[in-house]
């Protein structure tokens, strides 16, 4: 079965510092992945995007994600953290189902703490 | 902005009652997405919608159903409502069906159930 797992719930950094979130997917066939960050009381937004192209993937306001698939991972990251970083992150998994329709699995968020 | 909107922005209802939830998709999307998110359950799929047909099934309760227009925007209905249907509905669209375009999420519906 498809499942999104994203390792830690809170995650706090340093503004300045590296921010590393981890994701790891199962797929039985080869996923789309896709990051999204939540601002407080708003929609998700969609940060990036795989669909099989460059592993290395460049989103909006500096994040990327590199996909690895013998790690069977898709971790965010961005060099250096900002103030305005502070949000939840959901690492999503998209796949084929036998009826020709796609399913969408969200991970459970990373709330993102930046510390001055 | 996202493009999407969703309407009302919060709704206060009490146990057993029907409300609608509105959705209008980014202009030119066809697909539309309904979402449950709630503390203890994250954020589940409910339903999709292209073009105006059921595309793909979630975890939707048969309490629940969509529908989509003609004119694309759509409507999710909840009944015989539950405490533990409180939670924040979200309305997403994308242009095609396809799973390897993102989702265009609108900023959601609160729904609280006294």
């Known amino acids: 079965a498809q499942s999104v797992t994203q390792l830690g719930s809170h995650v706090s950094v340093s503004e300045g510092a590296l921010v590393l979130l981890r994701c790891n997917y199962s797929?039985?066939?080869?996923?789309?992945l896709f990051w999204y960050v939540q601002y407080p009381n708003q929609g998700l937004q969609l940060l990036l995007k795989y669909t099989s192209a460059a592993t290395l993937v460049k989103g909006i306001n500096g994040f990327e994600a590199e996909f690895k698939k013998s790690e069977t991972s898709f971790h965010l990251t961005k060099p250096s953290a900002h103030m305005s970083d502070a949000a939840e992150y959901f690492c999503?998994?998209?796949?084929?189902?036998?009826?020709?329709?796609?399913?969408?699995?969200f991970g459970t968020g990373t709330r993102l703490k930046v510390l001055a | 902005d996202s493009g999407v909107t969703q309407t009302p922005k919060h709704l206060i209802t009490a146990t057993g009652q029907r409300v609608t939830l509105r959705c209008s998709p980014r202009?030119?999307?066809?697909?539309v997405y309904w979402y449950q998110q709630s503390l203890d359950q994250g954020l589940q799929f409910l339903i999709q919608y292209y073009n105006g047909e059921e595309r793909a099934k979630g975890n939707i309760l048969e309490r629940f159903s969509a529908q989509q227009f003609p004119d694309l925007h759509s409507e999710l209905n909840l009944s015989s409502l539950e405490l533990g249907d409180s939670a924040l509905y979200f309305c997403?669209?994308?242009?095609?069906?396809?799973?390897?375009?993102?989702?265009?999420f609108g900023p959601g519906t609160r729904l609280t159930v006294l």
């Open positions: 797929s039985s066939v080869p996923p789309y």
């Open positions: 999503a998994v998209s796949v084929p189902s036998t009826s020709g329709t796609y399913k969408y699995i």
């Open positions: 202009s030119g999307d066809l697909s």
């Open positions: 997403a669209s994308s242009v095609g069906a396809s799973g390897r375009v993102g989702q265009y």
